[in-house]
């Protein structure tokens, strides 16, 4: 009762709205009913409320549940929720505080909805894992050019550039299930901070939300929010792998080796002819909203002092800025790639340019006894004029002791000039030869169902 009272003294003013968090926390709406119906049914079962106000509150919670989340008032969801259950089940509704703090309440609150957040977001994640290992699949065979410094540099395959980010995101899967394991503990029962006098079961608390363990110190159990920085972190780090992914992807569709499905792309409302890459673009752009949330977290709780601080309130709409940003463009990507259409004859047409298979020609030579770094010359030499093999055996002659033909025959040096053997000759574990793709792929396909 005297809460209530002492919530309205002091939230009652110019600052109300100032001090309100409920814009923020519909999101903490079926957490806190949750926490609320966890503790309550410990409080009875400790025999610290009696069970006809257990039963009654509970019955209240339900009725709540049922009601419109613009309909509660409150200074936050907690004390709205609260409020409302008095309101409907009278003064038993407020034993439902007893042995309990918002501080505690409301951190657990978090970590309960982030649990499903972070749930969605790494099956985000695996739905991109699998569409990109089966496009994979396809393309084993099918060669493109591969880049360095946005530059043709060595043939590589689709399947390689597309296991590149299929491996890529097994680890972005790892930091998110990670932040998943830390957030999955609970801080019910640390009350404002210092505990409480009652006999409170905080393991069965804990059981009864399905969290892993309880945080043990009260203080830090209210004070921390690193799990959120962690969670925000890992979404960060996957939004890069999007980002580039969504590059690459833009960039190959202008050049036309790559169609994206009409689905994931837009027009231009003034050019009729445009077909826009715009929802990669978007996917691209969530690294911008998921770094900002990350920040906006680790400014807001740089120096914090112990124990509770109301500060605490601002960090935790930066944390579903970033859930926001990443789970949708990590789904949105799973599509693009799915459904998107690999131009195989202009890819495999560009696989060489440039002279892209050059630094084959100089392994070749190295493999025959020539120095690296002076096949390495003698291939600069020939990058200078066609890259074809008489220009090679010019640079090579200048260079060499012997004729060329005395080192390596030139049908050899021909194979090794044609992107797709150049392709197969690098064989090497992780490397794009077919075979070693498919290896890796049935390494990537087991990971995605392990996870
Ligand atoms: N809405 C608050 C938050 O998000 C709840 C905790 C309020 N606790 C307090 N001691 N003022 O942090």
Known sequence: ESDVVRRD???GGPARAFLSSMDHDERLFEP???VDR??????AEQGIIDEASAGAILDGLADVEATDYDALDGEDVHAAIETAVIERVGEAGGRMHTARSRNDEVATCIRYRLREELLDAIDATL???EALVEAAREHVETLMPGYTHRQAAQPTTVAHFLCSYAQALERDTDRLLAAYDRTNRSPLGAAAFAGTPFDIDRERTADLL????VLNNSMDAVSTR?????AASALSACSLTLSGLATDLIEFAADEYVEIHDDYASTSSIMPQKKNPDTLELVRAAAGNASAGLNGLLTTLKGLPRAYNRDLQEATPHAWAAVDAVAPATEVAAGAVATATWNEDALDAAAGDGFATATGVADLLAANGVPFRTAHEILAQAAENDGDYAAIEAAADAALDEPLSAVVEREAIEDALDPAASVASRDSVGGPAPEAVAAALDEA???IEDD
């Open 9 to 11: 003294r002091f939230s």
């Open 127 to 129: 739905v991109l894992r």
């Open 38 to 43: 966890a503790h309550v049914v410990m409080l």
């Open 445 to 447: 396909w087991a990971k």
């Open 210 to 213: 399905g969290f892993d363990s």
């Open 226 to 230: 690193d799990f959120l920085v962690e």
């Open 32 to 34: 806190d009913l949750a």
